[in-house]
């Protein structure tokens, strides 16, 4: 009998955690991979903190079975990972590399001999460079040969892998990697961001088709998208506007096409000669039934009007008073608006968080412990939030926390700490922070318990 305040979790809800292949795996150039865009970027003077590399990372590949120990010893019932392109398809189409086949068979393998779930992303921004040489995103041959390498997986990983996801945020592949140009492909171009963003969305559903048709049993797909409340800074109109032509561009722009079959009409009007010519044909497949949404969330955007600013006429800002990480706000009342607005509007058939999580300055104490206190009360408050959003029926089905592993962190490089295991870059040991220990207990239990939710945590 649970103690009197448990927050009990659903009996099947499944508990796991992140990491994406760039990030963790390392062997850049080892056992045939092919060049991605983000080796090539951040061998760019200037463009990654202190120019850092994926290159080695944490080392994932030659880790990996010590790393699926460390998952399985937290007793996480779902490991969602990334497969790298350029390792399947070093040139981004034509010939198969086995060996990388080979790698993900093993990784595959090892996971299910611990009775945990494996989830792979295709994609998480990781292009093989030969096809951003072609035009990358830009183009629409890129779509069809996103959907030829995901039948090329669902053909080598199918007949033990049931859960799929094609995309994550294509958001930031379209803005960050196309119009700010702060991740790889390193592009300034507004015409291209919006090209990008769908052309992505076009091929998650031609990749969805194929990897149906290829299947050699019925697959769950989804895809992952990421969500920004979007706040006005006051209740004046302007701002009030400019929260709705942010939220626009951040969020409607992609789960509108993806569950409503069509794009925000204020947003085509917005972006006028820059909007790629939308065809009916390419709605519907953009529209592909999936089974799931997986959803990443870390923090609220606040934003006011600003002439000044191109399109949107809309700026973020920083809320005085709110406690922040070393890169957001933390808000976690925010997980559940975001829940509650996309069951409200979307309704998909089932949510899962696939990245929740926040980078703290993480280091090992004297006694070889790493005490994330912070860590810890985040994952606690946004529990607490996916606690109360189940029980306003929001079909969420999973918790997946980013991440499992201190990572490279993209642009930021090894400065941003995310894991729930602590990785000394040096030697590339692993330690399991407080943290790791905590959110253990709290998938022992299927739940929060009282002390828990407490707000000073034992050792």
Partial sequence: MPEQGFLAFPDDFIWGVASSAYQIEGAADEDGRGLSIWDTFCHKPGAVYKGHTGDVAADHYHRFAEDV???????????????????????????INQKGIDFYNRLVDVLLERDIIPM???????????????????????????????????????????????????FVVAVLGHFTGEHAPGIQDPFATFHTAYHVLLSHGLAVEAMRAAAPQPLQIGITLDYNPIHPASEREEDLAAARRFDGVRNRLYFEPVFLGR????????????APEVRPDDLAMMNTPIEFLGVNYYTRMVVRHDSSTPLIEAV??????????????????GLHEMLMRIWRDYQPPAIYITENGIPVPDDLDHDGKVRDYRRIRYLRDHLIQAHRAIQSGVPLKGYLHWSILDNFEWALGYRMRFGLVYVDFETL???????????????????????????????
């Fill in 263 to 274: 794009f925000p009409e204020d947003m085509i009007r917005l972006f006028g000669a820059l």
């Fill in 120 to 170: 792979p992303t295709l994609y998480h921004w990781d292009l093989p460079q030969a096809l951003q040489d072609t035009g990358g995103w830009k183009k629409r041959d890129t779509a069809k040969h996103f959907a030829d390498y995901a039948q090329v997986m669902v053909e080598a990983l199918g007949d033990r892998v049931t859960r799929w996801i094609t995309h994550n945020e294509p």
């Fill in 316 to 333: 973020e800002i920083q809320p005085q008073g709110r406690e922040y990480s070393m890169m957001w706000e933390i808000y976690p009342e």
């Fill in 429 to 459: 040991e692993r330690t399991v922070k407080m943290s790791g220990h905590w959110f253990a207990q709290v998938v022992r239990r299927n739940g929060l318990a009282p002390a828990e939710r407490a707000p000073f945590l034992p050792e």
């Fill in 69 to 95: 120990d460390l998952i399985a010893s937290l007793g996480m019932h779902a490991y969602r990972f990334s497969i790298a392109w350029p390792r399947i398809l070093p040139e981004g189409r034509g010939s």
